[in-house]
């Protein structure tokens, strides 16, 4: 680990107690990489899950990681060592909160009852010179206004008998392991000693630098970098709209637009899924809503896109009666096995709900997935193969096959990679009268 020379931690002297135990609360996508990694690297952990049948499957070596990298850690020596997962805290030196923060599905308010009810559970344990450190994305003010009364309320003063942290996390599924140890991290800390003391729990494996901050500045960091993100991917789709509209393939204007050195547009899609895109710019929209006109609207051009998606199918298969569709990918992005918010999962809900005959598959996603193509498409007999998400493997697999599909007439539609589908047929143009004599 190296400490950026700009920090603003890291130049004071005063000494910090080590970190022996770590409690991980939450042992989900984020905290069970940390649990694993810190375990693996000889410190004591314990992994608390409210959730029994996860707890039992770390305990008993029956989990299954879907990256090998992640596997190999949990099957290691050190981790059969140095880890014990639970379903409730016991005593440490510090306290990983990684728990979910959801959105409520119609007013998207944040919900930070896990939060609340994580902090609450490690009250009992908490000990003077313990540090909180907070993983989970949490809206602005939430270490200020939630978790600093929850700790003043039980006897404890923030800076003075426990140190209070929020580095969130900035993995991405499907490549945790590589991103947990290289990713650069951001630290706020309620003070200079507890930034410095949680960027002591990241020492034993990260390779990346780390930058010091407040709580707030930490805190909005995050929701920054995925508001970011959403907007640059609605702008995309927005783009693509516009190209359907005019009759022209957006993606190859992106292509030639990216030439600019200085732009940088994103793909546009099917929509945005995941567990913090089409989450975090609402917790934004919740603390300052006067300010959010661009965000919101970004957001509702992303939820849209899956509509427009099934839209667009359903004008390429008007033709057929009733076409039996095999959808390939289900993920929320390519390369990646993370189902949730998944865009593809709700176009084929949208089709299916149409009375349209769907069969869905992932080639990553064990819930719906297979080996091998060419058996998948003879098992299914599809009159139209429809490619949602463009896993680099599933959209090689399909480039092999596509001649030979299509040669059967089986229809190959494959979003992202390319359109699809025609643009929407544009109303015919009046001639121009010939001129007068
Ligand atoms: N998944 C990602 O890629 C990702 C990336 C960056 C940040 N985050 C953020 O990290 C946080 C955690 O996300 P996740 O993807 O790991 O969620 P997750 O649902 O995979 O895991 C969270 C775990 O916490 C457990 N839990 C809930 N309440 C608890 C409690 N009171 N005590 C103990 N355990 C409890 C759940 O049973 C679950 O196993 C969220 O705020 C999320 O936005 C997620």
Partial sequence: MTSSSDAVGGTEAGRLDPIDEVVVVGTGFVGLP??????????????????????????????????DRLQALLDSEGVNENLVARTTPTDGDAFVISVPTPLAEKTKSPQLAHVEGAVESILPHLEAGDLIN????????????????????????????????????????GNVFEEIV?????????????????????????EGEIYYTDLLSAELCKLLENTYRDINIAIANEFALIGDALGVDMNDVIDLANHHPRVDILTPGIGVGGHCLPVDPWFLNEATPEYTDLITTARRINERMPEVTAGKVRRAVADLSDPRILALGATYKPDTYDLRNSAAVTVVED???????????????????????????????PDVVLQLVPHGESVAELDELRPSLESEGIRVLQFGTGNP???????????????SP
């Fill in 421 to 435: 589908v025609d643009p929407e047929p544009q109303p015919e143009l009046e001639p121009e009268p010939e001129p």
């Fill in 351 to 381: 089709l299916d709900a149409d009375g349209y005959d769907v069969v869905h598959y992932d080639r990553y996603a064990d819930e719906v997935g297979y080996d091998d193509l060419a058996a998948l498409i003879d098992r299914e007999s």
């Fill in 182 to 206: 290289n990713n650069d991290r951001v630290i706020g800390g309620a003070d200079d000693a507890s930034r410095r003391r949680a960027a002591m729990i990241y020492e034993p494996f990260l």
């Fill in 34 to 67: 940390l649990a694993l990694l810190l375990a693996e690297r000889g410190k004591r952990v314990v992994g608390v899950d409210i959730d029994e049948n996860l707890v039992d499957a770390i305990n008993d070596g029956t989990l299954n990681l879907d990256e």
């Fill in 134 to 173: 907070v993983e989970s994305t949490i809206p602005p003010l939430t270490c200020e206004q939630v978790i600093v009364p929850l700790l003043e309320d039980a006897g404890f003063a923030v800076g003075e008998d426990v140190q209070l942290a929020h580095s969130p996390e900035r993995i991405l599924p």
